[in-house]
């Protein structure tokens, strides 16, 4: 569905499109971040028209886009009013991720069932029932949180705020406005990578389950730098963004379950359910640990490091 009066006219599409490395800083974090905030409203109104988990999901993906294009481009703009919309848009990804992660504890938990022995069956069936009975609770709770606090007030708010960087006073004296993009986005990127960078060490240990929790969040985060940047990179795009999203994929697989041994070991099982679900959960994980390993030798952060940098 198309949102009304929040989707990019052909026009605009036109101006994301002729955004290339050579482009003003200004110009394209106006272009670029527009471009975040019209797909994170169409999501919106989406979500408001069907509900739907996978319309959820993608509603709280969007956000978090347009988070990390606002942390990307906030040298660009007045401190206070960037805060204020930066602030707004992470209370719409909160709102979101309580029943995204009831939708994914409901879809793991059945899984486990058919993959258990029948004795477990009755005990996980009221814990899903559970978990969906909650759900029903957080729509009604969504649908006016989502009309209050992404409102008409937050079209407006984020429209002017993005419309209007600062060309001859940034917020931050280190950037210059009018650089191009090229030069801006191979700092930035490197800024997040570095982040990534340190926590690989211990995160390659397998009982290591916070460092790699944190390596989650920084390859998540420049990932999503990367997407918002990737009309720089050409052919080259592909391969380094399909290698990053499947560490992300795996190491938020691995937290997950890390969540849902917490949610079992909470739960009122028996002995023996508690037992065999949280074995089946660590014969899972050291699946996905052994992947997330192979990983680190066929595609190491290093590799992807210097094709990112070749690309610039």
Not at 46 to 64: A, C, G, Q, W
Not at 66 to 78: I, K, M, Q, T, V
Not at 259 to 272: I, N
């Amino acid at each position: 569905m198309k949102s009304k009066g929040t989707g990019p006219g052909k026009g605009w599409q036109g101006d994301v499109m002729c955004v290339k490395g050579t482009t003003p800083l200004w110009v394209a974090a106006r272009t670029l971040l527009r471009e975040r905030r019209d797909d994170f409203f169409r999501r919106r109104d989406k979500v408001l028209l069907t509900f739907d988990p996978e319309d959820i999901h993608d509603l709280r993906v969007s956000s978090r886009r347009l988070r990390e294009g606002l942390a990307l481009f906030a040298p660009c703009y007045p401190t206070g009013e960037m805060a204020r919309l930066v602030k707004r848009i992470k209370r719409v990804t909160r709102l979101l991720g309580e029943i995204r992660n009831r939708d994914e504890a409901v879809l793991f938990f059945l899984s486990l069932g058919e993959e258990l022995d029948d004795s477990c069956g009755s005990e996980l069936d009221r814990l899903v029932a559970s978990y969906r009975g909650e759900r029903n609770e957080e729509l009604e709770k969504l649908g006016s949180g989502l009309r209050k606090i992404a409102g008409g007030e937050l079209r407006d708010l984020s429209l002017r705020v993005i419309g209007s960087p600062c060309l001859f006073a940034p917020a931050s004296g280190s950037i210059d406005p009018f650089s191009p993009l090229a030069v801006f986005a191979r700092d930035s990127l490197g800024a997040r990578f570095a982040d990534v960078l340190v926590l690989v060490p211990e995160a390659r240990k397998a009982e290591n389950f916070e460092a790699q929790h944190l390596l989650r969040i920084a390859v998540k985060h420049f990932r999503y730098r990367l997407e918002i940047l990737s009309l720089l990179f050409g052919d080259s795009y592909a391969d380094i963004h399909a290698a990053v999203k499947t560490y992300q994929e795996l190491l938020g697989k691995m937290h997950d379950l890390d969540v849902f041994a917490g949610v079992c070991r909470a739960a009122p099982f028996t002995q023996p359910t508690a037992a065999l679900i949280l074995a089946a959960i660590t014969v899972h994980r050291e699946r996905l640990f052994a992947g997330f390993s192979g990983m680190l030798e066929r595609m190491p952060f290093e590799t992807i490091g210097e094709r990112v940098r070749y690309a610039l």
